[in-house]
């Protein structure tokens, strides 16, 4: 499966996407390319990238832009690119999270027991100085979320050939033909619409050949929480119930 490509999209993310590069190069495989995809970013976000990837040069790295802004937007510009260069297996994360060692390991050992999407494990990272109780919060309120997710309305049709999955857009994989099939990531902003949740829906009406997978694991950001406190945060996850003037929490 040397095929597979890892997309990060990225806007301003100078301060921290060095780490999501060193976790990604400190993978147990590293068969795979990366493609950075700089969504307008205002800061010095291509120079880190094209700096670390000068200095490590496995797995390869690449930096291609979108100027439409959205996470929606740049996710499918890099899965796009990707296929067009030959990809025939896709991963995503995102440029504030640190995918495990064993990351691109777990997701080709679910490509390989026969799932076309592999939806990963999201853990709250401990290292940006929010407490252990809102981290434990939040990885009540994601199990809670998934549960939820199955009965809820906006996920529920005759349409459906499999039950939902929650699929976090930082922590997934596809092949490429059934993200083709699927339409995609909506070309949307991070505001407008969950889009890791329109990819699954959309997927669920192809194939039921995806499922969750624990061992797949990425910590991710809780920049949220620092910023606007554990209430809002979740209300924001929950279908943007709060919505701040400053999305974009650097």
């Known amino acids: 499966m040397s095929d597979l490509w890892v997309v990060i999209p990225a806007f301003d993310e100078e301060r921290g996407i060095a780490g999501t590069l060193n976790a990604i190069a400190a993978q147990r495989d590293t068969d795979f390319t990366v493609v950075v995809v700089d969504n307008n970013s205002t800061d010095r976000t291509v120079d880190v990238v094209t700096s670390f990837a000068a200095a490590h040069p496995r797995p ?11 996470t929606g937007a740049a996710a499918d510009t890099g899965m796009r690119y990707a296929i067009a260069q030959g990809a025939t297996h896709l991963a995503r994360t995102d440029a504030d ?35 252990w109780i809102d981290r434990t919060i939040i990885r009540v309120a994601l199990e809670v979320a998934s549960t939820f997710g199955k009965v809820r309305s906006g996920n529920r049709d005759p349409k459906y050939l499999g039950p939902y999955v929650m699929t976090p857009g930082c922590n997934m994989a596809i092949t490429a033909e059934l993200y083709v099939a699927a339409g995609g990531f909506p070309r949307t902003a991070i505001e407008d619409l969950h889009e890791d949740r329109a990819l699954v829906n959309a997927v669920r009406t192809i194939t039921t050949d995806y499922g969750l997978r624990r061992d797949v ?7 949220r929480v620092r910023a606007w406190g554990i209430r809002k945060t979740l209300a924001w996850y929950a279908d943007h119930r709060y919505r701040p003037d400053v999305v974009d929490i650097r």
């Open 97 to 131: 999270c640190l995918p495990a060692p064993d990351w691109t390991q777990r997701i080709k050992a679910g490509f390989e027991s026969g799932l076309r999407l592999v939806s990963g494990q999201l853990i709250p990272r401990t290292d940006e100085g929010v407490s």
């Open 217 to 223: 694991r990425v910590l991710g950001s809780n920049r």
């Open 60 to 70: 390869r790295i690449v930096v291609i832009d979108e100027q439409q802004k959205g």
